[in-house]
């Protein structure tokens, strides 16, 4: 069906021009497959909020709003194929319920996208042993560039939101804060609008429609998704593709202690925020206590963690502004005298204690 006309809630107006896809018989894939082919011939952007919806904010005169991701429930007796469906469709709507905030310019938009995108890459990972390789590792590929420019927005955002505010106390007084601030803030809107590009565009409605077709592959064509485990209790296979994750954690977690480079914990911290949402995709298959027990000394140690990273990005975004303008290059020393990671370095080696302490309660 084509609607083309206006949203109209007293003298606000916004014109709609969609096109909207309906499943009558058959699987979904076929209407993915129809949609990526209309894609294909005119580019298109995926709606995910409601025209009501949207009346509803245009009479309020109120920007679209960020939106975290909900929880993912099933059986025990689910097939890890559906389970994969059902958890990837969760991410592809938090992705898309994002789009108009990060649009708009709301930083915390921009986030959830960016976690979304993470979430989708964990979930293929978590699957990965029983995916089709060629097909997992191109959108992983895909997601992973797209990723990294809407994750330059985010760096950005934080600098100018949190790491300057915090750090700016004895830079006000040498007097070079406007420089910074000036230079901090072009590059943020330069990364902001490369984002909006990215979410706006044709490769990101490519990429949704492009995963969604293939998880939702028929019986008939299910070696294009994965192989036969996908037919499987996901019950039955869920502890051999957790352990998978939290052995890669163990280690990378090996050795470190305080004085460990923010550059080689980056891989730690990946490899946590991964085992993170596989559990949390998984959650429901567990005792719900089990499941928040080994969950918080992980989210602390991830916490400590993200300390540490948001320090080092601070200190190498600030060497980056330095390179384009010679006389900031004195904020990169004050800001590395404000270091914000030292308390949390200190925490470092007693939170990995902790997680590791823990016996992976999905055995």
């Known amino acids: 069906m084509l609607d083309s006309g206006s949203i109209v809630a007293g003298d606000q107006k916004q014109p709609v021009h969609e096109l909207e896809l309906e499943l009558r018989d058959g699987g979904p894939g076929t209407l993915y497959g129809l949609a990526l082919s209309l894609h294909a011939a005119t580019p298109l952007s995926i709606e995910a909020e409601s025209k009501a919806a949207r009346g509803y904010r245009l009479m309020e005169r109120s920007a679209p709003t960020a939106k975290k991701a909900t929880s993912i429930e099933f059986d025990s007796t689910v097939a890890a194929g559906d389970g994969l469906r059902l958890i990837v469709g969760e991410i592809l709507s938090h992705l898309l319920s994002n789009k108009s905030a990060a649009l708009a310019g709301d930083a915390e938009g921009v986030h959830q996208i960016r976690v979304a995108i993470r979430r989708l890459r964990s979930a293929l990972i978590l699957f990965g042993p029983r995916l089709e390789p060629h097909a997992a590792a191109a959108f992983q590929s895909k997601l992973q560039r797209t990723g990294r420019i809407i994750g330059a927005a985010r760096d950005w955002d934080v600098f100018c939101l949190e790491a300057l505010p915090k750090g700016l106390g004895e830079i006000e007084e040498l007097g070079w804060d406007c420089l910074l601030r000036e230079s901090a803030d072009a590059r943020r809107r330069a990364a902001d609008a490369a984002s909006a590009c990215e979410v706006g565009g044709a490769a990101l409605t490519a990429l949704v429609l492009g995963v969604s077709a293939w998880i939702e592959s028929g019986e008939e064509q299910m070696d294009l998704?994965?192989?036969?485990?996908?037919?499987?209790?996901?019950?039955?296979?869920?502890?051999?593709?957790?352990?998978?994750?939290?052995?890669?954690?163990?280690?990378?977690?090996?050795?470190?202690?305080?004085?460990?480079?923010?550059?080689?914990?980056?891989?730690l911290r990946k490899s946590l925020k991964k085992l993170r949402y596989s559990l949390e995709f998984l959650s429901s298959l567990y005792p719900r206590?089990?499941?928040?027990?080994?969950?918080?000394?992980?989210?602390n140690l991830q916490k400590t963690l993200g300390i540490i990273n948001d320090a080092a990005a601070a200190l190498?975004?600030?060497?980056?502004?330095?390179?384009?303008?010679?006389?900031?290059?004195?904020?990169?020393?004050?800001?590395?005298?404000?270091?914000a990671s030292r308390d949390a370095r200190q925490r470092l080696a007693k939170e990995w204690a902790a997680y590791r302490g823990q016996e992976r309660f999905w055995r």
Do not use: C, F, M
Not at 289 to 299: C, G, I, M, Q, V
């Open 316 to 339: 190498r975004l600030a060497d980056e502004l330095a390179q384009e303008r010679v006389e900031l290059t004195i904020t990169v020393a004050a800001l590395a005298r404000t270091d």
């Open 225 to 267: 998704l994965g192989d036969e485990g996908l037919k499987q209790s996901l019950s039955e296979i869920s502890a051999d593709l957790l352990d998978r994750i939290a052995d890669k954690v163990d280690k990378r977690g090996r050795g470190i202690g305080p004085e460990t480079s923010a550059e080689k914990l980056h891989p």
């Open 289 to 299: 206590k089990a499941t928040k027990r080994y969950l918080r000394p992980l989210k």
